[in-house]
């Protein structure tokens, strides 16, 4: 098996047997993304030098007699929207296409405490508004499965990093699907945890009642050991939730007798493609078959997710994204006669299409005459969502439901109409509106191209979706199967 393909918790056990070093595991990804990256393009950018200076000290590490924790010696991919000190972090966006963090987000601190190998920075739908990848300000990614196809967004660069080879595990945000989506296009493990549970100290915000950061793993080990790594109270963001630290990796039972999951109506209806259709009742039988018990149950306020959303999530983005204004940091428009008409320039210029489009509808729900219309409307909107997935959990243990309506698009194909773009997260926006846990996981394959189904949970039952998917992943082997992509590599 090649080294840049095995999980991270093999790696681990390959190093403290002293099998394989840090920097034999280090080149191995560098390799396999000498020979797949100009195909894939994942990276932002890359850090070579700084990623086996890391690996080596790791390695000295070992020799010296220390015991390594769990990621240390890993590569890792970060989405380009989390800061790193010294190290550029765009959004991919032209108008940070020069900022250098001064400091490392939360997270990146707490794998860096743990000596993980941070390797470069993925590319990502600008400033996370997107669903494809397509809307970078600098190229598009693509699938590993199907190189003319979309590998999701707006983690895209993540999720085809880790099926790609060219990342053992990675980070992402998701704001209405944007880990769970492109992991289920891209036939790995996306977990968006519950609201609060990670820090968004770092994170550059987009919509920040929504942000949130999460791991993309090839399996449910490797989830539960980023999660522990990367989850807990930071008193620097207002919105963490405090509690006593957990192992996840403690809900690794290869069980599911008792569970109670239920299978919301409304995500099986209309607008789901049949193939997509028939995979999530596939993976309900495996389920049933290993004891947990499935039954039907209706979600009454769905349809009324993704308008809520789209209303919601542009308003936060129209305020946050005040601030880039061409004076404090990132892209200035020179030459301008003043200040109001260099703001103009610089925004006009250093935003994307896609952005302005969700700054100004933000704005215009947000203005006098039109709050109470539409903003406030869709607050109360969001509330009933949030009341449908509590009354719902008072009888079942979990949700499983699609990822996405159908697998991995053609690059180009939805570009030109953004309803259709944004009805490709129509499964996954209102578990960002309730602030619920879920993971999408491989479910199987339609004509070559990977499914992800997706598991919901109750407020900081990470713990239950972890069990539930590491039973599916012991019953099924989805999550092994591999891209038909070239490039060579060091094999083990």
Not at 343 to 366: D, N, P, Q, S
Request: overall charge neutral; proline content about 6%.
């Amino acid at each position: 098996m090649d080294l840049y393909y095995l999980p991270a918790h093999e790696l681990h056990r390959l190093l403290v047997r002293r099998e394989v070093s840090a920097v034999e595991i280090c080149r191995a990804v560098f390799e396999r993304i000498a020979a797949v990256e100009e195909t894939v393009r994942s990276y932002l950018t890359l850090d070579r030098d700084g990623a086996l200076a890391r690996a080596a000290a790791v390695d000295r590490e070992l020799r010296a007699g220390g015991e390594l924790a769990p990621l240390a010696g890993i590569p890792f991919g970060i989405k380009d929207n989390i800061c790193t000190r010294g190290l550029v972090t765009t959004c991919a966006s032209k108008m940070l296409h020069n900022f250098v963090p001064p400091y490392d987000a939360t997270v990146v601190e707490r794998l860096n405490a743990q000596k993980a190998v941070l390797i470069g920075k993925t590319n990502m739908d600008e400033f996370a508004m997107g669903s494809s990848t397509e809307h970078s300000a600098y190229f598009a990614t693509r699938n590993p499965w199907d190189p003319n196809r979309v590998p999701g967004g707006s983690s895209g660069g993540s999720a085809a990093a880790v099926a790609a080879g060219t990342a053992i595990c990675a980070l992402g945000s998701d704001t209405g699907g944007s880990i769970r989506q492109p992991a289920a296009l891209c036939g790995v493990v996306g977990m968006k945890p519950t609201y609060g549970l990670v820090s968004r100290y770092g994170l550059v915000a987009f919509a920040s009642s929504l942000d949130q950061i999460g791991p993309i793993t090839r399996d449910f080990t490797d989830c539960a050991l980023v999660l522990n790594a990367i989850s807990g109270h930071d008193a620097r963001d207002s919105t963490s939730a405090p509690g006593e630290a957990v192992d996840y990796t403690s809900f690794l039972v290869d069980d599911v007798r008792g569970l109670r999951i239920g299978l919301p109506r409304e995500y099986l209806d209309s607008g789901l493609d049949e193939g997509v259709r028939q995979i999530v009742k596939e993976a309900a039988a495996v389920l049933e078959a290993r004891g947990a018990c499935l039954e039907e149950v209706t979600l009454p306020h769905t349809a009324y997710a993704l308008p809520a959303y789209y209303l919601i999530a542009p308003a936060e983005a129209s305020s946050n994204l005040a601030r880039y204004d061409g004076v404090r940091y990132g892209y200035r428009m020179p030459d301008q006669d003043n200040v109001i008409d260099m703001t103009r320039a610089t925004r006009r210029r250093g935003f994307g299409a896609e952005v302005k489009r969700r700054i100004m509808l933000g704005t215009y729900a947000l203005s006098a005459g039109y709050y109470d219309a539409y903003y406030l409307k869709a607050l109360r909107v969001r509330t009933l969502i949030r009341r449908d997935f509590e009354q719902a959990f008072e009888k079942f243990d979990l949700l499983l439901a699609p990822t996405t309506p159908e697998p991995a698009f053609p690059i180009g194909d939805k570009t030109e109409d953004p309803i259709k773009m944004y009805l490709s997260d129509v499964f996954t926006l209102a578990v960002n509106l309730a602030g619920l846990p879920a993971v999408s996981l491989p479910g199987g394959f339609l004509n070559g191209l990977p499914v992800g189904i997706q598991l919901i949970g109750k407020p900081f039952a990470e713990g239950t979706l972890l069990r539930a998917g590491y039973t599916f992943q012991q019953s099924t082997d989805h999550h092994r199967r591999r891209p038909p992509l070239g490039g060579g590599g060091v094999s083990r």
